[in-house]
């Protein structure tokens, strides 16, 4: 059974800065890209970051670029988002997900693309 837990979250100043974690259990995790999203009140969920199976290629979405850093340590199993100068805007629930496809070649933002999602971890940044 596939497991995703995230930790890391809290409460920040603007222009502080947090690093998520989520482990992952139960797949055989270096197949996989995996992602961050985030979902804010009465917002859509949207793509954050992802990194391809090998840590080798990464994407990040146009507002965190910058700012924020994808990685991933294949031996535990574990993604990290390294989020710096965050934002009142960066205010969100921030979930991890895994491709639902083996050693994809092309990393996307597509929701689609991943199948399993962790419970999310909140982040609220204040002014």
């Known amino acids: 059974q596939v497991q995703l837990v995230e930790s890391g979250g809290g409460l920040v100043q603007a222009g502080g800065s947090l690093r998520l974690s989520c482990a992952a259990s139960?797949?055989?995790?270096?197949?996989?890209?995996m992602a961050w999203f985030r979902q804010a009140p009465g917002k859509e969920r949207e793509f954050v970051a992802a990194?391809?199976?090998?840590?080798?290629?990464?994407d990040y979405a146009d507002s965190v670029k910058g700012r924020f850093t994808i990685s991933r340590d294949n031996a535990k199993s574990t993604v990290y988002l390294q989020m710096n100068s965050l934002k009142p805007e960066d205010t969100a629930v921030y979930y991890c997900?895994?491709?639902?496809?083996?050693?994809?070649?092309?990393?996307?933002?597509?929701?689609?693309?991943?199948?399993?999602w962790g419970q999310g971890t909140q982040v609220t940044v204040s002014s």
């Open positions: 997900a895994k491709d639902r496809a083996v050693r994809r070649l092309v990393i996307t933002g597509t929701g689609e693309q991943y199948n399993y």
């Open positions: 139960g797949v055989s995790f270096i197949s996989y890209t």
């Open positions: 990194i391809s199976w090998s840590g080798r290629n990464t």
